[in-house]
């Protein structure tokens, strides 16, 4: 058996079809369905059975997790306690193989899809969303669902910003920016070799880019020193 398995976590309301192109795309081992109605989840499970059969080698595993009344001022906190519970469960249940978390943002009601993101945020884990196909004809089932770039760096930029030299930059340029390489070698009082080695950690994980007028911070860069607590200095 592999040391990994993909996971889907996926909000879907009247409409199922969402989940069809991540199914194709990532191929799941298990399937989180967050919906309002037990009967939602029901018509998705059947989808999964029969007519998007194709899309994986072994039928997945589903688990259903109701959160009633999407719509009241509390969805979001409730969705995400939901989430948190469907990913502690499958953590203690698998927590000898590598989990590949795939988080959706479409379905569901628009509280649904926000607290979705926010959970995926907390996570840090990777997001898609779902195209409509009737709008896509000539595009496959599995390239209707496209990674969001942003989430897909909170990873390896949140990795970046552990490093204190990478941090000091990343803050100088969010405050100040955009400045030049001159600019944060004298903010360092370091070399210029020290300054390289703690942006390059913060170009690669797409946290700061180049323009014509310097360095600035972009828009996972600003969001992951919102999550971390930024203080200005």
């Not at 069809?20 to 109605?37: C, D, N």
């Not at 998007?52 to 509390?74: L, Y």
């Not at 379905?107 to 196909?133: C, E, K, Q, W």
């Amino acid at each position: 058996m592999t040391d990994e398995i993909d996971v889907v976590l996926q909000p879907v309301g009247r409409t199922p079809g969402v989940l069809e192109a991540p199914l194709a795309k990532y191929k799941p081992q298990i399937v989180v369905l967050f919906t309002s109605v037990q009967s939602y989840a029901d018509m998705t499970i059947q989808h999964i059975e029969h007519s998007w059969r194709t899309h994986t080698s072994r039928i997945p595993k589903v688990i259903v997790k109701i959160v009633e009344k999407p719509w009241t001022s509390d969805t979001v906190d409730r969705y995400m306690n939901a989430f948190d519970e469907a990913v502690s469960e499958i953590e203690t249940e698998f927590k000898s193989k590598i989990i590949k978390w795939h988080v959706g943002t479409a379905g569901g009601t628009n509280l649904m899809a926000i607290a979705s993101a926010l959970s995926a945020f907390t996570h840090r884990f990777p997001v898609y969303s779902s195209l409509d196909s009737a709008h896509n004809p000539k595009s496959k089932t599995e390239d209707l669902a496209i990674e969001i770039e942003l989430f897909t760096n909170l990873g390896p930029g949140y990795k970046a910003l552990q490093r204190s030299r990478s941090m000091k930059i990343m803050k100088f340029i969010a405050k100040n920016g955009p400045v030049f390489t001159s600019e944060i070698i004298k903010h360092l009082e370091g070399s210029k070799q020290n300054e390289s080695s703690g942006r390059k950690p913060l170009v690669d994980s797409g946290l700061i880019i180049k323009t014509k007028s310097g360095w600035i911070s972009t828009n996972v860069g600003k969001s992951l020193l919102a999550m971390m607590d930024y203080e200005e200095e």
